[in-house]
T-cell receptor
Framework: EADIYQTPRYLVIGTGKKITLECSQTMGHDKMYWYQQDPGMELHLIHYSYGVNSTEKGDLSSESTVSRIRTEHFPLTLESARPSHTSQYLC????????????FGPGTRLTVL | GENVEQHPSTLSVQEGDSAVIKCTYSDSASNYFPWYKQELGKRPQLIIDIRSNVGEKKDQRIAVTLNKTAKHFSLHITETQPEDSAVYFCAASREDQAGTALIFGKGTTLSVSS
């Protein structure tokens, strides 16, 4: 069944560490997105991609980077984790049709001590 | 850039009552307006969406209306049930040179009491 996978689901890490959050999808979608969300709160767009070798910055992009080498994968890297990065990170995908509907992955809950 | 305002931030209703959540957007070029439901600890799920060439769309107990002139759209839930309790997010599309992104409202926490 087509789905979006995020690993790890939970991560506790110390300040200053470099971390990569993985997102992979079997939806067959070209468009992928990363959002940051505190529980039950607003979704903030971090980065997005419309296809291989395409990446765009969102509203909260300054402290992270992404890459899109393969259609199925869209990893998010924090070069130096800080307590302010403690949040949930949601990956989403959208197809090439005209609907622009986004489908979300289960999320990674990150805690930076 | 696009800005989406959502009201109210919290809404409490009795089972069987109707619930209405309203959103306004700033970019007149926006043409796609989805609504997502997020239950506690789960991922957001699309419940209904509308494009700018349509004024209203209905799916069973859920309906969305769009007023392009006033740049606002609303979610209507009739005959609410306890399982409707969740956080609801509206969003509006934002076009850039490469494609489409979504800008989300801050969310509405709906509580339905039996």
């Amino acid at each position: 069944e087509a789905d979006i996978y995020q690993t790890p689901r939970y991560l506790v890490i110390g300040t200053g560490k470099k971390i990569t959050l993985e997102c992979s999808q079997t939806m067959g979608h070209d468009k992928m997105y990363w959002y940051q969300q505190d529980p039950g709160m607003e979704l903030h767009l971090i980065h997005y991609s419309y296809g291989v070798n395409s990446t765009e910055k969102g509203d909260l992009s300054s402290e992270s980077t992404v890459s899109r080498i393969r259609t199925e994968h869209f990893p998010l890297t924090l070069e130096s984790a800080r307590p302010s990065h403690t949040s949930q990170y949601l990956c989403a995908t959208a197809g090439d049709d005209s609907t622009d509907t986004q489908y979300f992955g289960p999320g990674t809950r990150l805690t930076v001590l | 850039g696009e800005n989406v305002e959502q009201h109210p931030s919290t809404l409490s209703v009795q089972e069987g009552d109707s619930a209405v959540i309203k959103c306004t957007y700033s970019d007149s070029a926006s043409n796609y307006f989805p609504w997502y439901k997020q239950e506690l600890g789960k991922r957001p799920q699309l419940i209904i969406d509308i494009r700018s060439n349509v004024g209203e769309k209905k799916d069973q107990r859920i309906a969305v209306t769009l007023n392009k002139t006033a740049k606002h759209f609303s979610l209507h839930i009739t005959e609410t049930q306890p399982e409707d309790s969740a956080v609801y997010f509206c969003a509006a599309s934002r076009e850039d040179q490469a494609g489409t992104a979504l800008i989300f409202g801050k969310g509405t926490t709906l509580s339905v009491s039996s």
